[in-house]
């Protein structure tokens, strides 16, 4: 592994998932790989689990960590190249990623869409210029187009807790207030997409088709209920169509997952990566139901970076 950016660089998937479940019955026990190494952290979005859960993996592993609030903590940076930096930026994305390279062994960046521009964001633009400029390898905190430590946990919680050989995980779009990025789901049919126990169902209503890159040949059905249907999994998220760029084009609350909509699956455990707008995405009563994992799913975060860092950095 040289960076952790999607899917494919989990390179063989059954033996970083071995891997994650080993460290999480063991989380101290790989100290050694910590010793001495410092994981950089850089935030240009708000974060709760993956500012903390990243922070608690460094400390699981020995290493030391420092987390750096992009604009709001450090100098106005400059994105363009080539810029005449006499207005408001004061320093070159060029100069503070090489610099924070001095002071990590392994770099983690939380950059979000601008949803604005699908061009920019669906290039990744931003990530490819730290990429370009760090010296230390990079993990994604959430880029542009995925989240794949997000992804990786959701493998950890699915694979921990299913009671069978095979199980139907259903991604379901669910409403929201405001127009969010189309990450999650993009990193979550990523990875459930190529995970041979798992068949895969996504379903939307028209118009929130996901970039096919990320679907790679899953099953679409635009009818919630009959996707429902035999669930052993449900993930909820919304996301902002990818075709009429990140615009809203349904707020349609019977997309709303309530014990309703649970009821058509074979009593499926619910999985969120949350934050989540409660009664807007999905209704308390899924949320706080025994089948309910979402608490153990953001606990499996500390897992699923502490298995990235320990590759990085073994
Ligand atoms: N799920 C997730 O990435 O949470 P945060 O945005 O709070 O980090």
Known sequence: MKNFLSFADAGEYKALLRQALDIKANPYGYQHVGKNKTVGLIFFNPSLRTRLSSLKAAYNLGAQAWVLNAGADSWTLEMADGAVMNGTTQEHIKDAIAVMSQYCDVLGVRTFPT?????????????????????????????????????FADLITVAETKKKERVKVVLTWAPHVRALPQCVPNSFADWFSEIDWVDFVITHPQGYELDPKFTKGATIEYDQR??????????AKNWSSYRDYGQVLSNDPSWMLTPEHMARTNDAKFIHCLPV?????????VLDSPNSLIVQEAGNRTFSMQTVLHELLK
């Open 277 to 285: 707008r409660r009664n807007v995405e999905v209704s308390d009563a």
């Open 115 to 151: 949803l604005k521009d699908k061009e920019a964001d669906y290039s990744e633009e931003v990530l490819t210029k730290i990429l370009h400029y760090a010296t230390v390898p990079v993990i994604s905190l959430e880029s542009a187009t995925l989240h794949p430590l997000q992804s």
């Open 226 to 235: 009959k996707a429902l249907e035999g669930a052993d999994y449900v993930q």
